[in-house]
C-alpha cells in the first residue's frame, strides 16, 4: 500500500489531519471542478473502510450518474493506494466491499429524498457517508433529509458519525 502523505495534495493535508483526529461532524469541501476534491475524499473513505469495521454511504441526486463518478472514483482510489487485491467491485448491487473484512461502500441516487426513508446494513453500522455534488440538490432541507435517513441508529462506542 502506497502511503498516503505521497498521494495527498498538500491542500488536503489538513482535511485529512482533522478527519483522522475525529475533529469535525462534517466536512464540507469546496472548490472547483479540477480541485481534485472528489479524488481526495475517496482516498480518505477507502482508508477508513479499510481501519474500521463500518459500512459508508455514497449518494448522489441523480442516480444514473453514480456508475460513471463517485463508483469510478472510489475505484480509482482503490487502485491509487495499491489495494485492488483486498477490494470486490459490483455493480448490481453497486456496491465495493473490501473483502478481508466484507464491509462495504454502498451506492444511492436520491433523486426523491423523501423516499430513502431510511438505510441501515445489518453487520456493519453507516458510520461515514459522502454526499458528492451537494449543489444538485434544490434545498439544505433535502440534504439534511438524506443525512437522517443515513445516520440513524446507535453506533459502538468507539465511533462517531463523521
Known amino acids: 500500500m502506497k502511503r498516503i502523505s505521497k498521494i495527498l495534495l ?3 493535508h489538513n482535511l485529512y489531519t482533522a478527519w483522522r483526529s475525529s475533529q469535525y461532524t462534517r466536512y464540507v469541501c469546496q472548490g472547483g471542478r479540477a480541485s481534485a476534491k472528489s479524488s ?3 482516498l ?3 482508508l477508513s473502510l479499510m481501519r474500521e469495521a463500518v459500512n459508508i454511504v455514497v449518494l448522489r441526486k441523480v442516480a444514473d450518474t453514480l456508475r460513471t463518478s463517485v463508483y469510478e472514483q472510489i475505484k480509482w482510489a482503490v487502485q491509487e493506494l495499491g489495494v485492488e487485491d483486498y477490494f470486490i467491485f459490483k455493480v448490481s448491487p453497486m456496491e465495493i466491499i473490501y473483502a478481508p473484512r466484507m464491509n462495504k461502500f454502498l451506492f444511492f441516487g436520491v433523486d426523491d429524498p423523501n423516499k430513502r426513508k431510511s438505510m441501515k446494513t445489518a453487520d456493519f453500522p453507516i458510520a461515514y457517508f459522502w454526499i458528492e455534488e451537494a449543489a444538485e440538490f434544490l434545498t439544505e432541507e433535502e440534504i439534511e433529509i438524506v443525512i437522517k435517513s443515513v445516520l440513524r441508529g446507535k453506533i459502538s462506542d468507539n465511533l462517531k458519525y463523521k
Request: no cysteine; aromatic share 12%.
Open 10 to 12: 498538500p491542500n488536503f
Open 40 to 42: 481526495h475524499i475517496a
Open 44 to 46: 480518505i473513505l477507502v
